[in-house]
């Protein structure tokens, strides 16, 4: 059966750096597609930054361009969300996702085949 579980949420002040983790069970990283988008109260989904395994392309939201960098440890079929400067508007519940073709094309990361239930990230003084 294949799983996400997201870990590494908490508290933490603006300007400081957080890294997810996001570990995978029941299939294989590099098969995939693999992305991390963020959910909030009274905002709209909002995908952050996706890895196709296939070549090792990437891309991310422009709000985290520059601060935000996802890894994937094939070996540990873990996938990494490092977070630097950041700012109280990244607060939210971040997820991990897996699709089977591609990245999503979207804005919002919508239709990912697989997600996992979330850790909740809190940017406040």
């Known amino acids: 059966q294949l799983q996400l579980v997201e870990s590494g949420g908490g508290l933490v002040q603006p300007g400081k750096s957080l890294r997810l983790s996001c570990a995978a069970s029941?299939?294989?990283?590099?098969?995939?597609?693999l992305g991390w988008f963020r959910r909030a109260p009274g905002k709209e989904q909002e995908g952050l930054g996706c890895?196709?395994?296939?070549?090792?392309?990437?891309k991310y939201a422009d709000s985290v361009k520059g601060r935000f960098t996802i890894s994937v440890n094939s070996a540990k079929n873990m996938v990494y969300l490092q977070m630097n400067n950041l700012k109280p508007e990244d607060s939210g519940t971040y997820h991990c996702?897996?699709?089977?073709?591609?990245?999503?094309?979207?804005?919002?990361?919508?239709?990912?085949?697989?997600w996992g239930e979330g850790t909740l990230v809190t940017v406040s003084s």
């Open positions: 996702g897996a699709d089977e073709i591609e990245c999503p094309h979207g804005p919002r990361y919508l239709g990912m085949d697989y």
């Open positions: 029941g299939f294989r990283l590099d098969d995939y597609a």
């Open positions: 890895i196709d395994m296939t070549d090792n392309s990437t």
